[in-house]
């Protein structure tokens, strides 16, 4: 029986108009939905209840959920908002289900400790979640050196953010530049010397892009906070020689107070204002920075990376001026 | 709907029928009556919610089963028993067929929903003694389990028109599977970047979207459901079990049947 022509025609334009129908139906539906697979996926808020509902499939739920803590958290923070109450339940889900799953714990904690824009601003719910991956994972080191990294920026504990990179930098495999830091903390070296290190050792041991960018603009904040004060105060320093303030570094190079122009970490020539105080160009490529933010300057709601390289860190040097 | 599809539809309900397809309601039964009476004794408070959690749940299952286990066999059985090539000597064409058991299929299963809901709304005064409003909710879930059943069948129709009933049952229980995650692959598509973006979106609008058709736990829990998405809902499930019929019209139009 030869297939008839006719039927084949209309079917496949039915065919066609239905897809397209299907596909602006479907947007409707998730237009009126909006967040409701999340709230949902919360109506079971007891990881011993999902555990039981997956039938022993515990590792692909736990994938499951752990996409969803990182679709909710990514949308959450694309939307900068302040909020990300979710997020400490779907990290226990996630976690209740597979306890090996490093990295949730490990991201789950990055999500969790910093103050909004950057994270959900919740460091106890962090700490609880490392807690509980070590106690889960007790010869993991990177769940030690987070640990002790949630202890020294979040909660300026010192002492505690110390014995936590020396447990890490005596379990297998650690990186070896974690024994560094927590020698160099247990000899209670100054601040931005120990983030530096933090923010290092984060930058080598992660794969992660994200991560790498955070940690390369983490760096070049650090470099910053630290060239702008000490050029303000060889600013004075000339000053105090010639009794007026400098009109350009040329001036400060010239008295032999600089070796060069100074640059930052982006590449940009620092400037120099009238009343001696010294600005970064393009504080939107700066995330982070503390010091030398032009006056009057807003920063946008979420930190910018585009023009971060992961691959090639430059600006994270530790000597940027002589 | 003409004549031959009608009559096609007809024999199709009949043959599930005598295929003692409905034996399902007494297992259905003891379900819901057991859970009924063993919950109130060993639980605190939660009777009604098992009641419609349970209840639903059940229908929805035992009716993906059906329709997949039914579905699947609805093209092969009439090749293996021969009976196809009487009914396509007469004047039907195959279009006709494909669509007659479609909604003999569909028309068993919105049967089995019915006496299924009857057996949820008894055991329901059962355990409340009284019905309340707020349980007209119940009624929108069983829609969206109707309509589930309708994607889900065509979906069974449309393997079983190119492919064995072992492999068929495979291809619709995994889709019935996907389609239940639909908005988490939506949600990872949207995250990808590049080739990937595209792949996982394609794939994401071609499964179908089962998920938002569940609403048992907010039912189940007393909340309404949104007069646009009953709307959208309606859309989307008759579009979508249009879709893979035609699918199934398309590949049984020109497969060899020799």
């Given at each position: 029986?030869k297939?008839?022509?006719?039927?084949?025609a209309i079917?496949s334009?039915?065919?066609?108009?239905?897809?397209a129908?299907?596909?602006?139906?479907l947007?409707?539906?998730?237009?009126?939905?909006?967040?409701a697979t999340?709230?949902e996926?919360?109506?079971i808020?007891?990881p011993?209840?999902?555990?039981?509902?997956?039938?022993?499939?515990?590792g692909l739920?736990?994938?499951?959920y752990?996409?969803?803590?990182?679709?909710?958290?990514?949308?959450?923070?694309?939307?900068?908002?302040e909020?990300?109450k979710?997020?400490?339940a779907?990290l226990?889900i996630?976690?209740?289900?597979d306890?090996?799953?490093?990295v949730?714990?490990?991201?789950?904690a990055?999500?969790l400790?910093?103050r909004?824009p950057?994270?959900?601003?919740?460091?106890?719910q962090?700490?609880a979640?490392i807690?509980?991956?070590?106690l889960a994972?007790?010869?993991?080191?990177?769940?030690?050196?987070?640990l002790?990294?949630?202890?020294?920026?979040?909660f300026h504990d010192?002492?505690?953010a110390?014995?936590a990179?020396?447990?890490s930098?005596?379990?297998p495999?650690?990186h070896?530049f974690?024994?560094?830091?927590?020698a160099?903390?247990?000899?209670?070296a100054?601040e931005?010397q120990?983030a530096?290190?933090?923010?290092?050792?984060t930058f080598e041991?992660?794969?992660?892009?994200?991560?790498?960018?955070?940690?390369i603009?983490?760096?070049?904040a650090?470099?910053?906070d630290e060239?702008?004060?000490?050029?303000e105060k060889?600013?004075?320093a000339?000053r105090?020689r010639?009794?007026h303030?400098?009109?350009s570094?040329e001036e400060?190079?010239?008295a032999?107070?600089?070796?060069?122009?100074?640059?930052?970490?982006?590449?940009?020539?620092?400037r120099l204002m009238?009343?001696g105080t010294v600005?970064?160009?393009?504080?939107?490529?700066?995330?982070?920075?503390t010091?030398?933010i032009?006056?009057?300057?807003?920063?946008?709601?979420?930190?910018?990376?585009?023009?971060?390289?992961p691959?090639?860190?430059?600006?994270?040097?530790?000597?940027?001026?002589? | 709907?003409?004549?031959?599809i009608?009559l096609?539809?007809?024999?199709t309900?009949?043959?599930?029928?005598?295929?003692?397809?409905?034996?399902n309601?007494?297992?259905?039964?003891l379900l819901?009556?057991?859970?009924?009476?063993?919950?109130?004794?060993?639980?605190?408070d939660?009777?009604?919610?098992v009641v419609?959690?349970?209840?639903?749940t059940?229908?929805?299952l035992f009716g993906?089963v059906?329709?997949?286990f039914?579905?699947?066999g609805?093209?092969s059985k009439e090749i293996?028993?021969r009976?196809?090539?009487t009914m396509?000597s007469?004047?039907v064409?195959?279009w006709?067929?494909?669509?007659g058991?479609?909604?003999?299929?569909?028309?068993?299963?919105?049967v089995n929903?019915?006496?299924m809901?009857?057996g949820?709304?008894?055991?329901l005064?059962y355990?409340?003694?009284?019905?309340?409003?707020?349980?007209s909710?119940?009624?929108v879930?069983?829609?969206?389990?109707?309509?589930?059943f309708l994607?889900?069948t065509?979906?069974?129709?449309?393997?079983s028109?190119?492919s064995s009933?072992?492999?068929?049952s495979?291809f619709?229980?995994?889709?019935?599977?996907?389609?239940?995650?639909?908005?988490?692959?939506?949600g990872?598509?949207a995250?990808?970047?590049?080739?990937t973006?595209w792949i996982?979106?394609?794939?994401a609008?071609?499964?179908p979207?089962l998920?938002a058709?569940?609403v048992?736990?907010p039912?189940?829990?007393?909340?309404?459901?949104a007069?646009?998405?009953?709307l959208?809902?309606?859309a989307y499930?008759l579009?979508?079990?249009?879709?893979?019929?035609?699918?199934?019209v398309l590949?049984f139009?020109?497969?060899?049947?020799?």
């Amino acid at each position: 029986m030869k297939p008839s022509l006719r039927t084949t025609a209309i079917a496949s334009v039915l065919l066609v108009a239905f897809l397209a129908g299907v596909v602006v139906t479907l947007n409707l539906v998730d237009r009126e939905r909006g967040h409701a697979t999340l709230k949902e996926v919360l109506y079971i808020s007891s990881p011993k209840v999902v555990k039981r509902l997956s039938l022993g499939y515990t590792g692909l739920m736990a994938d499951i959920y752990w996409t969803r803590a990182v679709q909710y958290f990514g949308a959450q923070h694309h939307a900068g908002a302040e909020e990300y109450k979710l997020l400490p339940a779907l990290l226990d889900i996630t976690t209740d289900l597979d306890p090996k799953l490093l990295v949730a714990y490990r991201f789950g904690a990055n999500f969790l400790s910093p103050r909004p824009p950057n994270g959900a601003g919740q460091p106890e719910q962090a700490l609880a979640l490392i807690q509980k991956g070590i106690l889960a994972n007790p010869r993991e080191w990177t769940l030690y050196y987070d640990l002790g990294f949630i202890y020294y920026f979040e909660f300026h504990d010192y002492a505690k953010a110390a014995q936590a990179f020396q447990q890490s930098s005596t379990l297998p495999n650690a990186h070896p530049f974690v024994q560094v830091v927590a020698a160099t903390m247990a000899q209670h070296a100054g601040e931005s010397q120990m983030a530096r290190m933090l923010w290092t050792t984060t930058f080598e041991t992660t794969k992660d892009r994200q991560i790498k960018q955070n940690a390369i603009a983490h760096l070049r904040a650090l470099m910053v906070d630290e060239v702008v004060p000490e050029l303000e105060k060889r600013v004075q320093a000339y000053r105090q020689r010639t009794g007026h303030l400098p009109g350009s570094f040329e001036e400060l190079v010239r008295a032999g107070l600089l070796r060069g122009i100074p640059l930052d970490p982006t590449g940009r020539p620092y400037r120099l204002m009238p009343d001696g105080t010294v600005e970064v160009r393009k504080a939107d490529e700066l995330p982070f920075i503390t010091k030398g933010i032009p006056e009057n300057y807003t920063p946008p709601e979420l930190p910018n990376f585009k023009n971060i390289n992961p691959d090639a860190p430059v600006g994270t040097s530790a000597q940027p001026i002589s | 709907m003409n004549s031959r599809i009608r009559l096609i539809a007809a024999n199709t309900f009949r043959e599930a029928v005598r295929d003692r397809v409905l034996y399902n309601l007494i297992a259905f039964a003891l379900l819901m009556s057991g859970a009924a009476v063993i919950f109130g004794q060993i639980s605190i408070d939660i009777e009604r919610l098992v009641v419609v959690n349970l209840g639903l749940t059940a229908i929805s299952l035992f009716g993906v089963v059906i329709a997949i286990f039914i579905g699947i066999g609805l093209v092969s059985k009439e090749i293996e028993k021969r009976t196809l090539y009487t009914m396509l000597s007469r004047p039907v064409r195959r279009w006709e067929f494909i669509v007659g058991k479609f909604f003999g299929l569909a028309g068993t299963l919105v049967v089995n929903t019915v006496l299924m809901a009857l057996g949820v709304f008894a055991a329901l005064l059962y355990v409340s003694r009284h019905l309340q409003a707020s349980d007209s909710a119940i009624l929108v879930a069983l829609y969206f389990i109707v309509l589930e059943f309708l994607v889900v069948t065509a979906l069974a129709l449309l393997f079983s028109s190119f492919s064995s009933p072992l492999m068929s049952s495979v291809f619709a229980f995994s889709l019935f599977v996907i389609g239940s995650f639909a908005e988490d692959l939506r949600g990872f598509a949207a995250a990808a970047k590049g080739a990937t973006h595209w792949i996982a979106t394609a794939a994401a609008y071609l499964v179908p979207n089962l998920s938002a058709l569940n609403v048992i736990g907010p039912v189940a829990h007393g909340e309404t459901v949104a007069g646009n998405l009953i709307l959208y809902n309606t859309a989307y499930a008759l579009l979508y079990s249009a879709l893979a019929t035609c699918g199934a019209v398309l590949i049984f139009e020109r497969r060899n049947l020799k």
